[in-house]
């Protein structure tokens, strides 16, 4: 199964590749203004349905605690996600730093845990230090439309943003995009096999969307067309590991009820944050405290299944 995941995770890096450099170069040629409501629409169709098998993963963790009611897993879900939106309205500052931290070893993790058959005493670290790519590459080429966007997020706070200035003036962000850049390197070359080539193509592509498009927009390609579709199709090699069309039928009639619930959700949430806000702002809040509220307990349970497999 390995040899397959690594065919088709390699021929997904080329692919995205490719369709990152047209499809940049394209709306930057064009000057398209994309609206937050493409992304949104993006996001809850392709970018949530990698989290959508929770549920299944909830009960195999029940299972192990020898609780049989799955309501306890729904109730302590959903009760995690609405303590991480509440955080963030009452916290702002502190809920984006470590979200922003937890995303960075997330997504370093997600994108290169295929590819490693080996344990390294760092390896947290490493994983840290190559996702954080998704996080610098942004306030490297657009660092002003970065900083709205926190702004949007309802951070406030004048010491985070003089900080944050202070770093872009010594030209911080360059080094940490470099380091992130190193770290992939040192996964690409060690113990080499030709499809760690991949990790290149991914490196390139973040580089090229982050350059060329509005951060909103670089990190609603990546995360949909990289990040999600690259663990869904690892799902659906689980389901059918002879079969990789028949997989992802599967995936996605067992992905469609969690997407819809957390489709409703989100338009709800929306709704309400509109007559606050205006409606791009709305979504923009929307897309990332939401994303935070998903991703704190999507990650804790991967932890505690982790954890306990071991």
Not at 30 to 44: D, E, G, H, K, T
Not at 67 to 83: E, K, P, R
Not at 240 to 255: H, P, V
């Amino acid at each position: 199964m390995n040899n397959l995941i690594y065919k088709i995770n390699f021929k997904h890096s080329v692919f995205f590749l490719i369709f990152t450099i047209v499809f940049s170069f394209l709306v930057e040629f064009l000057n398209y203004n994309v609206s937050p409501l493409f992304c949104l629409f993006l996001i809850l169709s392709i970018g949530i349905s990698h989290g959508s098998f929770d549920n299944i993963k909830g009960k195999k963790l029940l299972e192990i605690y020898s609780f049989s009611n799955i309501f306890v897993f729904y109730l302590l879900y959903l009760t995690t996600g609405l303590v991480i939106i509440g955080l963030w309205f009452l916290f702002p500052t502190f809920s984006l730093i470590i979200f922003l931290v937890i995303a960075c070893y997330h997504f370093g993790k997600e994108d290169t845990n295929f590819l490693i058959n080996y344990d390294l005493k760092f390896n947290s670290v490493l994983f840290f230090l190559k996702g954080s790519l998704i996080v610098f590459a942004p306030l490297v080429f657009h660092f002003e439309e970065t900083i709205n966007l926190f702004k949007i997020l309802l951070v406030e706070n004048e010491n985070f943003y003089s900080t944050i200035g202070y770093l872009e003036e010594k030209k911080i962000f360059y080094l940490s995009t470099f380091i992130s850049v190193i770290v992939s390197f040192f996964y690409a070359f060690n113990r080499f096999k030709i499809v760690n080539v991949l990790i290149f193509f991914d490196i390139l592509s973040v580089i090229v969307l982050n350059y060329l498009l509005t951060p909103l927009l670089a990190f609603t390609i990546y995360f949909c067309f990289l990040h999600s579709l690259r663990h869904s199709i690892s799902l659906s090699l689980e389901l059918d590991a002879e079969n990789l069309s028949n997989g992802l039928k599967t995936f996605i009639k067992k992905a469609i009820p969690l997407t819809l619930m957390t489709v409703i959700i989100y338009v709800f949430g929306i709704y309400l944050l509109s007559t606050f806000y205006t409606f791009d702002e709305s979504i923009i809040k929307a897309i990332f405290i939401g994303l935070a509220s998903l991703t704190f307990p999507h990650i804790l349970l991967e932890y505690l299944i982790e954890k306990n497999e071991q």
